[in-house]
């Protein structure tokens, strides 16, 4: 294990790493590493994480006393301890804002799986956590029903919270997040998101397995595989009227077609619509 003041130094290079990303402006995020025994080294509250030095990090017991550092800590590490008491594999954890990712929690829209490789290999289902006021005991306890089930958690209207062996791994997981939720925004103004089929994201799973991360969770836990499958489904797939018949099938039914016929469909689709809503509304008006 490296010594308390390699890792002191990592905090701070993560920390350099959050903000020239974005993923947390002003003083937002927070950083911590769980020694041996009961002590936790973390981040101080108000400080720009893109310029903290060694000796602005504290160090506190795992009831959160401060134990060392000149600086008061952040009253964030609740959360931070909350995940260490239910993770014993779980040494260091990062909080931050990262705007793509936050976006889904402030939408409230869950992460979709069964899209991205990298996602299924090193992050899985990524939980949305209720929101509750930042800093206290009750903001802690909202991530300890995932932490079981999960690396990464989105927080409801705040940001992300991740966790792993070292910082760099804690940090890397959000990274991936972030830029997995640029790439479905991004994906999804182009029109149709196409899910991997089942048996390759079980593929997938086995990757992971091998790479030794593990087995994944929905393995473990069971439940669904692939989560929140209506993202991106498309104008279309999202509204589909009474009575449209066969034009207006979701894009399920249609596992076979190819990209050209697919936009042929939503072309075909999109008028079948428009001619059923012209309909109802020439029959309000007549029965009116
Ligand atoms: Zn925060």
């Known amino acids: 294990m490296a010594n308390e003041w390699e890792i002191k130094k990592e ?4 920390g350099r790493r959050l903000y020239a990303q974005g993923f947390a402006a002003g003083n937002a995020g927070n950083i911590s590493y769980r020694l041996s025994g009961n002590a936790v080294l973390c981040t101080p509250t108000q400080i720009c994480k893109g310029f903290m030095k060694v000796d602005d ?13 000149k600086r008061k800590r952040t009253s964030e590490v609740l959360m931070h301890l909350e995940i260490y008491r239910a993770a014993p594999s779980a040494k260091a954890v ?12 402030v939408a409230r829209v869950d992460i979709p799986t069964c899209i991205l490789p990298e996602v299924e290999v090193f992050l899985g289902v990524v939980p949305r956590a209720d929101y509750a006021t930042p800093g206290g005991q009750r903001f802690a306890e909202t991530v300890r029903p995932f932490v079981s089930k999960a690396n990464t958690v989105v927080l409801s209207n705040h940001g992300t919270v ?6 760099e791994r804690a940090y890397w997981y959000t990274e991936i997040l972030d830029s997995y939720c640029r790439m479905l925004m991004l994906a999804k103004q182009l029109g149709h998101i196409e899910r991997l089929p089942g048996a390759k994201v079980h593929e997938l799973l086995d990757l992971r397995e091998q790479f030794g991360a593990g087995t994944d969770p929905r393995r473990v836990h069971g439940g669904e595989l692939c989560v929140n499958t209506e993202y991106g489904r498309g104008v279309t797939g999202e509204v589909e009227p009474d009575g449209a018949g066969d034009a207006a099938a ?6 076979g077609d190819t990209s050209a016929e697919k936009g042929r469909h939503s072309a075909d689709d999109f008028e079948a619509l428009v001619k059923t809503i012209t309909a109802r509304v020439v029959d309000a008006l007549r029965s009116g």
């Open 11 to 14: 905090i701070c290079e993560i």
């Open 57 to 69: 990090l504290c160090e506190v017991d795992m009831d959160g006393n401060q134990l060392a550092g």
């Open 94 to 105: 990062v909080h931050c804002h990262p705007p793509h990712a936050t976006a889904f929690g």
């Open 162 to 167: 991740s966790w792993g062996r070292t910082v």
């Open 250 to 255: 979701s894009p399920s039914d249609r596992a």
